[in-house]
Each structure stands twice: as structure tokens, then as C-alpha cells.
């Protein structure tokens, strides 16, 4: 399958876009004390490259700008509101970065994707991304942190909490945290992220992804089909060695989800829904209640229900703009966050609670494919992991928005070639 220079030169940006996204994610070199490796500068470098290719080539319709306009103009006011009502402007030049900049852009991106039905390409960068780093924390993870067959190299003082220095295997793996469970009891994988939790929130992203649109219509070969299945596998067991509770229940989630999406005579049948419907919720009960149930006496229990409790109590303090963005000492009596709801209510308020939630609820109302179940895993995440100013969680923001804006939410390969080394696309001629 031939590609032209131009689609080729798009397939390295948007590489280059989600290797950035991923450096943001509250990585090591994200974190990092003593060198700033501008990662936000370069990130929107790259967002405003796929802006520009989005505006010239993709060109989006005037009906797609007018709905752009009528949805984001109220948001734009309550954003310019939330500026005048807060009192802490020490990080305000990130906010407009975030919200007036690279929102924006990056929804008429989406736009564009949706429409010309490249969404699961797009996505697929971030999913080949993360399925490298996997294989190669698992490596390290085995024969360095589990086996000590290999010892690193050097290291890395990032702050995270406190200032730590992370031991670092060549720069692509690092040693944190530890997982004392009845059946183990060593470090958990990290990846080249500050803490697992987070690692585990980048690899059912990547899962997410992968599972929910990629789609049967399309022809693969038996390579091509061995490709899938291996970065399956590799993503779920890393999510295993992150020792994550989160991961492992959203995990669960995503492919029960897949599973009845993917088998709709399911649903036909009334009674078979139900049982498998009970059955599965059964299973996912249980689960949950004994892996929370072996943690409540855990520190990492005890520090979250801290923080939810200050979180709230800092919240009704200023319930509407809350204490400023940014705010580090808005939630007093806690000794680091551990989740994102508590830091957009207490720093935020209502207005920036909408902001977050609203593009997820409509989505979530008036859609009734992927995009639903999406909706309904990052909201969860919102719920138990800190990410919430990171460029991560700016861009699936950004796609809550493109999906509510476009009006053509159907997730439609019609069109679609995958090549078979999985790592650029091409298109049939219309």
C-alpha cells in the first residue's frame, strides 16, 4: 500500500502529538527538578501543526464552525467568569494555555477526525506508543526490579509529593513504589511515570482505545489480526504488574463492555440480558468489594478518604469559583491529592466542575456508541486519579466536546485501509 509524502509527514506529528501527551502525563521527565525538557511548549507545537492540517486540508464545514461557535461561546463566558471570580492568579497563564488555547484547537481537530472517520487511526498512535513502553517496562520490571539481573544506571530527582530521586534504567524505566500484598511484595511497575496509578490510568486509556474503536467491518490479515491480540496482551498484563485497583476494575469493565457491544443478539433476548447482565454485575461486585476490602487498612485507603473529606470542606468554602486554579494550598491537612474531583471542586468550583463534566454527560445522554462508554470510564478515573490539569485529560476533554459539536458521532471504517505493519494509514480514493 503506497502513502503519499504529505500523509506520511500527518502520520509523524500525530506520533509526535501523542509522545508528547504521554511525556505530560505526570511522567518522571514531566516531574523533573533539574532540567525542563519543555514538554507543554512542544505539545502545543505539534497541536497547532494538526490545527493547521486540520483547517486546510480536513476544512471543516461552516455548519460544523456555526455549532463550534453556539456550544463553546457559553463555555468561553463561564471560563472569562471563573478568571474575574478567583482570587489565585499565580498559575493563571497555564489555565489559558489549557482552556483558551489548546481546547480549542484541539476540538477542531476532532472535529475534523470525526468526520473524515479517522478516529481509530488517530488513536492507534497512542495505543502503539504505550504498547511499546509496556513491553519495555515489563522487561525491566522483571529482570531489574523483581529479579535484579539488571541494576540501574543512574538517576533522576523529580518532584512528586517531595523531591525523589527515581532510579533509572537507561531512561526509560523507573522504580518508585512498592506493592506489599499477601501474595507479593516488591516494587510495582511504574513505567517511566511518577507513580503506578498513573501508568495504570495511561494503559486502559490505550485499552480503551483500542477495544472500543477498532471495528469488525474492516478486512484484517493474520498478522495484522496476531498485532491486536498481542498488544492486548501486553497492556492487560501490565496493568497487572501496575498492582492497581482502578486498572484492574476498569479493565474488567472495558471488555464486559466490548464483549455485549460486540454481540448485540444479546440484547435481543430479554432474558439472556438479564442474566448476563446480573452475572456480570455479580462478578464486578465481588471483585471490587474484596480488592477495596483488602485496602481499607491500607495507608493508600486512609489517604484518599483524607482527601476526599478536605477536598470538600475546602469546596464549600467558595462553592462557586472555589479557591483559584492552581491552588496547591487549597485542600489543607492532606499531604498530596489523590484524585482529580476533589482538586476541580475545591480549586475550581461549580463553574469548573461544568466545564469538566458537562460534555461527558450529554455525550453519555444522547449518544448511544463508543463514545458513552468512554465517557463513563474517564469520568470514574476523574473520581480516583489525579490528572486533572494535564494535556491527557485537556484532550479527551477536547474529544467530549468535538463529539457533542460534530453531530455525527458514529464511530464508521467504511472507507478505511489499515496497513499491515499497523503504524501509518492510508485511503482509498472516494
Same mark, same amino acid.
Request: charged share 15%; no cysteine.
Given at each position: 500500500m503506497k502513502c503519499s509524502v504529505k500523509r506520511v509527514l500527518v502520520n509523524i506529528i500525530e506520533y509526535m502529538f501523542w509522545a508528547m501527551i504521554i511525556l505530560?502525563?505526570?511522567?518522571?521527565?514531566?516531574?523533573?527538578? =533539574?532540567?525542563? &525538557? /519543555? @514538554? $507543554?511548549?512542544?505539545?502545543?507545537l505539534f497541536t497547532l501543526l494538526l490545527t493547521v492540517y486540520s483547517l486546510t486540508v480536513n476544512k471543516i464545514t461552516t455548519k460544523e464552525m456555526r455549532r463550534m461557535v453556539q456550544f463553546f461561546l457559553p463555555i468561553m463566558l463561564l471560563l472569562i467568569m471563573y478568571i474575574i471570580g478567583s482570587s489565585y492568579h499565580d498559575y493563571m497563564s497555564n489555565f489559558i494555555v489549557r482552556f483558551f488555547i489548546f481546547l480549542p484547537m484541539l476540538i477542531i481537530v476532532f472535529t475534523g477526525?470525526? *468526520?473524515? #472517520? *479517522?478516529?481509530?487511526? +488517530?488513536?492507534?498512535?497512542?495505543?502503539?506508543?504505550?504498547?511499546?513502553?509496556?513491553?519495555?517496562?515489563?522487561? %525491566?520490571?522483571?529482570?531489574?526490579?523483581?529479579? /535484579?539481573? @539488571? #541494576?540501574?544506571?543512574?538517576?533522576?530527582?523529580?518532584?512528586?509529593?517531595?523531591?525523589?530521586? &527515581? $532510579?533509572?534504567? !537507561?531512561g526509560i524505566y523507573f522504580e518508585r513504589q512498592r506493592a506489599?500484598? $499477601? +501474595?507479593? #511484595?516488591?516494587?510495582? #511497575?511504574?513505567?517511566?511515570?511518577? =507513580?503506578?496509578?498513573?501508568?495504570?490510568?495511561?494503559?486502559?486509556?490505550?485499552?480503551?482505545? =483500542? *477495544? %472500543? !474503536?477498532?471495528? =469488525?467491518?474492516v478486512s484484517l490479515s493474520k498478522s495484522r489480526r496476531f498485532f491486536l491480540g498481542a498488544k492486548d496482551y501486553i497492556l492487560v498484563l501490565t496493568i497487572i504488574t501496575t498492582f492497581s485497583t482502578t486498572g484492574y476494575i476498569i479493565t474488567m469493565l472495558i471488555y464486559l463492555i466490548d464483549y455485549l457491544r460486540k454481540h448485540p443478539e444479546i440484547k435481543k433476548k430479554r432474558r439472556y440480558r438479564y442474566v448476563v447482565g446480573c452475572f456480570a454485575g455479580i462478578i464486578v461486585l465481588v471483585v471490587a468489594f474484596t480488592l477495596v476490602k483488602q485496602r481499607q487498612d491500607n495507608v493508600s485507603y486512609l489517604l484518599r478518604m483524607n482527601d476526599y473529606y478536605h477536598g470538600f470542606k475546602a469546596w464549600l468554602s467558595n462553592p462557586i469559583f472555589g479557591t483559584g486554579y492552581g491552588d496547591a494550598n487549597s485542600i489543607i491537612g492532606t499531604g498530596g491529592i489523590s484524585n482529580s474531583l476533589v482538586v476541580i471542586l475545591s480549586q475550581g468550583g461549580i463553574i469548573l466542575l461544568i466545564i469538566y463534566v458537562v460534555p461527558f454527560i450529554i455525550t453519555m445522554i444522547k449518544n448511544n456508541n463508543v463514545y458513552r462508554y468512554i465517557s463513563i470510564i474517564i469520568l470514574m478515573e476523574i473520581v480516583v486519579t489525579v490528572f486533572q490539569y494535564t494535556f491527557f485529560m485537556m484532550t479527551i476533554l477536547s474529544l467530549a466536546y468535538a463529539t457533542v459539536i460534530s453531530g455525527n458521532n458514529r464511530v464508521s471504517l467504511k472507507r478505511k485501509m489499515i496497513s499491515p505493519n499497523g503504524f501509518v494509514d492510508c485511503y482509498r480514493p472516494k
Open positions: 505530560d502525563l505526570k511522567t518522571v521527565y514531566r516531574n523533573a527538578s =533539574e532540567t525542563d &525538557y /519543555h @514538554i $507543554p511548549e512542544l505539545v502545543l477526525i470525526i *468526520r473524515r #472517520n *479517522r478516529m481509530y487511526s +488517530f488513536t492507534q498512535k497512542y495505543v502503539i506508543l504505550i504498547t511499546i513502553m509496556s513491553a519495555i517496562s515489563l522487561v %525491566f520490571w522483571l529482570f531489574g526490579s523483581q529479579l /535484579h539481573i @539488571i #541494576n540501574p544506571n543512574g538517576y533522576i530527582k523529580a518532584f512528586w509529593g517531595v523531591d525523589y530521586s &527515581y $532510579p533509572s534504567y !537507561f506489599q500484598l $499477601p +501474595f507479593f #511484595n516488591g516494587l510495582r #511497575n511504574i513505567g517511566i511515570f511518577s =507513580e503506578a496509578p498513573i501508568f495504570s490510568l495511561a494503559l486502559v486509556g490505550a485499552l480503551m482505545f =483500542e *477495544r %472500543f !474503536f477498532i471495528s =469488525e467491518k
